[in-house]
């Protein structure tokens, strides 16, 4: 499968997409804070479709270890003002929420994706995936939630039980009536996965593959890169973007980032050498 149905778009999958992250938080690991109000994140929107972003993602909850849970309420006056905003700007626009109330509320927006971190678990967010007939899902492997995932990190072998997690997941989302089409899977780097456990499923993330679906992953800045190079955050873009080219060689299909400008360089050098038959 080459393409990934949206809402309104049919997005191409046959060389990789970038998806440019926008967090509307003040807790974010990465750039909390930088883009808290909705006009600054609006204005890192328009930026990143500038650097060659393919998606826009909005999220405005933090799923940093020990972030804080907002309500639902809070979390939708966060991103409503950026989804309406980002829905204006030609692109596929994702939400990364994983509360069915505020996935409603977007999807009476237009939104194109909903980014489910704990994979449309619960039964009113799978009620909602079955009651729309065209949004995109990406669903997600963790354990826990943001305060316990750290703790939860004993797996036999962690490709296996990831792979037969996200297998069962998009079993449930086709036992609903959702398209084969319609769904991505995201293995869950840094969520419930210990630092070697996040390089072994990179090293072996092509087993994946063989689920029968797209996969998205999102290396950027993540904890593991700082514990192999000892950078810190802000410090983080050369080892994202290595870790981003791995993952395309490795089949990933979609790359949720934070440095877009060098991500997409960084795809259009390995599209130029992976091309068969020409120059």
């Not at 950026?82 to 990364?96: F, T």
């Not at 963790?142 to 316990?148: C, L, N, P, Y």
């Not at 994946?208 to 890169?225: A, D, E, H």
Request: aromatic content about 6%; some cysteine.
């Amino acid at each position: 499968m080459s393409f990934w149905q949206t809402t309104r778009f049919q997005i191409d999958l046959s060389s990789p997409r970038v998806m440019g992250i926008v967090n509307v938080t003040p807790d974010s690991f990465s750039d909390g804070g930088q883009y808290g109000d909705a006009a600054q994140a609006i204005a890192h929107c328009e930026q990143l479709l500038a650097e060659g972003a393919d998606i826009l993602d909005i999220g405005g909850e933090s799923s940093r270890p020990g972030a804080q849970v907002l309500s639902a309420e809070e979390e939708w006056a966060r991103v409503a003002p950026v989804l309406r905003a980002a829905l204006s700007m030609g692109v596929p626009v994702s939400l990364d929420s994983w509360k069915p109330e505020v996935m409603a509320r977007a999807l009476e927006l237009g939104v194109d994706i909903l980014n489910d971190i704990h994979a449309f678990q619960s039964l009113d967010a799978m009620q909602l995936v079955a009651a729309n007939a065209s949004v995109g899902l990406c669903a997600m492997h963790m354990r826990g939630d943001s305060s316990t995932m750290q703790q939860l990190t004993d797996y036999v072998d962690v490709v296996v039980e990831v792979a037969e997690f996200l297998k069962s997941r998009a079993e449930a989302l086709r036992a609903v009536g959702v398209a084969a089409t319609r769904i991505v899977l995201d293995p869950g780097y840094g969520f419930a996965k210990t630092t070697p456990q996040n390089f072994d499923m990179l090293a072996r993330q092509a087993e994946l593959l063989g689920l029968g679906y797209p996969l998205l992953v999102g290396w950027s800045r993540k904890r593991s890169l700082g514990d192999v190079t000892g950078r810190s955050v802000d410090q983080r873009q050369p080892a994202s973007v290595a870790a981003a080219v791995l993952a395309m060689a490795r089949g990933a299909a979609v790359l949720r980032v934070h440095d877009v400008a060098a991500t997409v360089d960084a795809v259009k050098v390995f599209q130029a050498a992976t091309q068969k038959g020409e120059g």
